[in-house]
């Protein structure tokens, strides 16, 4: 028995190691010292007889047979950690990870009035600045994702589209002067880039054939929520999601200069483990965020005529 407690502290320990590519970052998590978590693949790779990484440079990286060891590891130490959630005093919270955007703009809104209507379901809301939006249910603490994507989840995670990603340019009231502009203007405007890549505004004029307009000037932002409110301020044109600037169009602190909406194909997705012992919980949350969508909001420009 001492023998196997210890091969399990050995197998989690080259579990994490896999992860991060590095003993370092490993025994950091946890809590131990390079030297042990080290020991303890030496340890595994005694047991069975052969290498499970390839330690030629600074950056550990998998053998074969260390990469098949950790595919399944990585499910089984989650299958454990769903046994114990089971009882703990948290087990009827969700863990619930989302961009930081989409928390400020529209979910912290839903989730207060989810609260309101079920006392049984508390949700722990993680808001996190995410370039591309991503979860490792496997590695990372939560129960649930909220995330912007194109559909395609890995077969074991479970998903439900909330609502469709459509782009579309906004500014303050007084930043333009012509009512209908047409897009030569927007050689003399100032274009705010909520991301770093300027990929929003690419796409947006790409879909309008218009990519001879320039993007490479103007501010660039970390997050759409940043470009939002520099447009609020009067510092120029952003692209935005619909969905999430809606309050402040319907309010009139923007307004769409053009009024070519783009679908980009993407959407806001809730995904979850299929395995998860939390599934009710999850259908209750997701049923509930689902209600919140106006069936408006689906429809794209439209949208803006409702």
Known sequence: MSERIQALHALRAFEVASRYGSFTRAAKELALTQGAVSHHVKTL?????????DRRGPKLHLTEQGRSLAQE??????IIENACALLRHDRYALRLKAPSTLTVRWLLRALDGFKKVDDTCAVQLSSVWMDIDSVDFYSEPFDCAILLSD???PTEVESLKLFDEWLIPVCHPDYLDQAKPDLSVLAHCELLHPSPDRRDW????????????????????????????????????????????STDLKAGRLVTPFKQAVATGDGYYMTWLKSSPKAWQMQKLRDYLLSQVPPAMQRGIQYLYE
């Open 45 to 53: 790779e005694d047991l069975f007889g052969c290498s499970l990484f």
């Open 73 to 78: 590891l990585k499910v089984g130490f989650k």
């Open 202 to 245: 690419r796409r947006w004029l790409a879909r309008l054939d218009a990519l001879h307009v320039g993007i490479d000037q103007g501010q660039v932002f970390d997050t759409l929520d940043q470009g939002i409110s520099a447009a609020q301020q009067g510092l120029g044109i952003s692209v935005v999601d619909l969905v999430l600037a």
């Open 151 to 153: 559909g395609r989840f």
